[in-house]
């Protein structure tokens, strides 16, 4: 459903799959992809900051809640977290152009 862009259905999924699995750090970055997509970066927040929590050294939780921050226009926190991740993964493009784009926004 992420794919073909039906952000809400994914959610829905997401949800299933957290409440099958909900130690998988990688559904939560996900779920908060789709979250932001639909410009709920409250929720897109709080999937990103659940997956920190299960998984700190995964550069792209990390982007998840830089991108839901960037969102909300809290270019600092943002900042901040686009530098975490790149400490994790100093050459991940995405993180990089992010980071970009929020300097450029702030």
């Not at 099958?20 to 410009?39: F, L, V």
């Not at 909300?72 to 994790?88: F, I, N, P, V």
């Amino acid at each position: 459903m992420f794919k073909a862009k039906n952000f809400q259905a994914a959610i829905q999924f997401y949800t299933v799959a957290i409440q099958e699995n909900p130690s998988d750090h990688t559904i939560y970055g996900n779920r908060s992809a789709a979250y932001h997509n639909t410009k709920n970066f409250v929720d897109a927040l709080k999937d990103g900051d659940k997956c920190i929590e299960l998984k700190s050294d995964w550069a792209k939780g990390y982007q998840r809640k830089a991108m839901a921050l960037h969102g909300m226009r809290k270019y600092d926190e943002a900042t901040q977290a686009y530098s975490d991740g790149l400490k994790l993964d100093p050459a991940n493009a995405q993180l990089k152009s992010g980071l970009e784009s929020c300097q450029k926004d702030a």
